[in-house]
């Protein structure tokens, strides 16, 4: 039988702060490398804690579908839990680089932007 670590308040808060980093990077534009640097030195039960972290920033109140969703929203163009068509995108960005400025345009064109450095990134690996 192997023993657990245990603990304490102090490194269960840095696990948290580590979640946090981790989902910075995994939802903006990190690399798989920067997660490997994050979690290389952590033990086992630390990494353990840093899943339960993570796992306990999701809403258990959200189906399954929607959970997916969040996890890779430019897969089903869901921005601000609102989903949008191709058409829907590509009008939106047309309206911005036109100079349309209105607050959903705006986050309509940072999800596209998004999505254009994903794949991109995706085409380099």
């Given amino acids: 039988m192997t023993t657990t670590e245990q603990l304490d308040e102090t490194s269960i808060d840095k696990l948290d702060q ?3 980093n981790l989902v910075g990077i995994v939802h903006g534009d ?3 490398r920067e997660v490997t640097t994050l979690t290389r030195s952590l033990t086992r039960e630390q990494l ?3 899943a339960i972290s993570c796992a306990a ?6 189906s399954v579908d929607q959970l ?3 996890l890779d929203p430019t897969a089903n163009h869901y921005i601000d ?5 191709d058409s829907q ?3 939106a ?3 911005f680089a036109g100079g349309d400025r209105r607050d959903k345009i705006v986050r309509i064109e940072k999800a596209y932007q998004k999505l254009i450095r994903s794949s991109a990134m995706k085409a380099r690996r």
């Fill in 18 to 20: 580590l979640a946090l």
């Fill in 30 to 32: 990190g690399e798989q």
């Fill in 48 to 50: 353990i804690g840093l």
């Fill in 57 to 62: 920033m999701v809403d258990p109140g959200k």
């Fill in 68 to 70: 997916l969703e969040w």
């Fill in 81 to 85: 839990g609102n989903r949008y068509t």
């Fill in 89 to 91: 995108i590509r009008d």
């Fill in 93 to 95: 960005h047309a309206a």
